[in-house]
């Protein structure tokens, strides 16, 4: 069993870190899932696609 929001934390500090600019790569390998269940999870999650939050977050920036 993995802590979901302790994973959604990570990922939210990398894409807070790295704006538009981040590494699928890292994000991928933090939530250990492939991509497709993962646009799926954040999505659900935090009601945005992982490349409109990271938009929103480099310009509140």
Do not use: C, H, W
Request: glycine share 4%; charged share 30%.
């Amino acid at each position: 069993y993995r802590d979901t929001r302790l994973l959604y934390i990570k990922i939210i500090d990398l894409l807070d870190d790295q704006g538009s600019d981040y590494s699928i790569d890292e994000v991928l390998a933090i939530a250990n899932v492939p991509r497709k269940i993962l646009d799926k999870m954040f999505n659900l999650r935090t009601g945005l696609t992982l490349k409109t939050y990271a938009s929103v977050s480099e310009s509140a920036s």
